[in-house]
């Protein structure tokens, strides 16, 4: 059961509007990583779990994003409002002055349509919970440009406060995933196939124009890791063809390469026509 309030989580306070920057603060509206994506998707993942712990903390957080709509709208709507009387700051963006009326709708920044595909629901809690701290990551950064971005102290401040939500809400999605008590690699219930998993394939090889090479890390080294090379050049396994080799890696010719693209593509227009 939802019950609105009749006040604002946080305060809002514009010295002057900037009706650019209510067009940029729309991205946190009704944008991939918005306020709205985000309610939505924590809910909706709160609906389908039946783990009343998990339960209560993704519809704690799912309705705190709502709040978050609100004061973000509020805010969007705040510097937007010269579009409802000023020609030259309506002719920036008719979406808004002439569709809208000056006020703030489910689009984004670029004026695109808020739409369900933003959201990221498997049902899974070990795979729901990184996405959500993957949305929590990424609504901070988009705070933190918007801060970067803000000449007006109190949007500032009202932002900051965003901002800063994301950082517990991540926590408590970390703290969640951690309390599942699956190993780091757990996801489903079958096991990936042994051997397999541990391989790391180079499959990205030669020197860049910039002098880029081969880098080692954690990612590809030590522990359980089995360093594949040229894995494109290596034994294969079929399962209709048996075992067989690949042909060995031969330096590519890059200008015959070159010329050879060149011709396939003068030769594919030419079949156009
Ligand atoms: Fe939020």
């Given at each position: 059961m939802y019950h609105h309030i009749k006040k604002l989580m946080y305060t809002v306070n514009v010295a002057t509007p900037d009706p650019r920057f209510g067009n940029m603060l729309l991205e946190q509206f009704?944008?991939?990583?918005?306020e709205l994506a985000a309610a939505m998707q924590y809910s909706i993942q709160g609906l389908n779990t039946t783990d009343p712990g998990l339960k209560d903390l993704l519809m704690d957080i799912g309705t705190e994003e709502l709040s978050h709509l609100e004061v973000i709208g509020t805010l969007a709507r705040m510097h937007l409002k010269p579009l409802k009387t000023d020609r030259e700051a309506a002719e920036r963006d008719p979406l808004i002055a002439i569709c809208g009326g000056g006020g703030v709708n489910l689009y984004n920044s670029e004026g695109n349509a808020w739409t369900a595909d933003y959201l990221k629901i498997t049902g899974e809690p070990e795979v729901d919970l990184r996405s959500n701290i993957a949305a929590e990551a990424r609504a901070k950064i988009v705070y933190e440009r918007l801060i970067n971005f803000c000449d007006d102290p109190g949007s500032k401040e009202a932002l900051q406060f965003l901002m800063t939500r994301e950082i517990t809400h991540m926590k408590a999605f970390m703290l969640a995933l951690d309390s599942?008590?699956?190993?780091?690699?757990?996801?489903?219930k079958l096991e990936p196939s042994p051997g397999i998993v541990d391989q790391f394939f180079n499959d990205s090889t030669g020197k860049g124009d910039d002098g880029e090479v081969d880098m080692r890390g954690p990612w590809n080294k030590g522990g359980d890791w089995e360093f594949v090379s040229n894995p494109a050049f290596t034994t294969v396994r079929d399962a209709e063809t048996g075992e067989r080799e690949s042909d060995a890696p031969s330096l590519p010719n890059v200008e015959a390469a070159s010329k050879a693209a060149a011709s396939d593509s003068h030769s594919s227009k030419q079949k156009r026509k």
């Open positions: 009704g944008g991939a990583n918005g599942l008590g699956r190993p780091a690699l757990s996801i489903g």
